[in-house]
């Protein structure tokens, strides 16, 4: 299991995985990018917040840690 902290937000990188960063990000969820927005857009993952800017989209930790534990 990841850690993730108790509070707090996760970008979209943090959650699917970056292979190519330095060093690689290993993904909590892993599914594609296409997958994780069509997920978004039924309801099966949690909504994007975006009140930290208008470039940045982030999900809440807690509603990551939620869609973790109904699996």
Do not use: C, F
Not at 31 to 48: E, L, M, N
Not at 61 to 66: A, H, L, M, P, Q
Request: aromatic share 8%; hydrophobic share 35%; glycine share 8%.
């Amino acid at each position: 299991m990841h850690y993730l902290p108790e509070t707090g937000y996760l970008r979209l990188r943090q959650i699917i995985g970056d292979p190519h960063a330095n060093p690689p990000i290993p993904p909590i969820i892993p599914v594609s990018k296409s997958t994780w927005w069509a997920g978004v857009r039924s309801g099966r993952y949690p909504k994007s917040i975006k009140t930290l800017g208008a470039r940045i989209t982030v999900w809440r930790v807690e509603d990551i840690r939620k869609l973790l534990q109904q699996s």
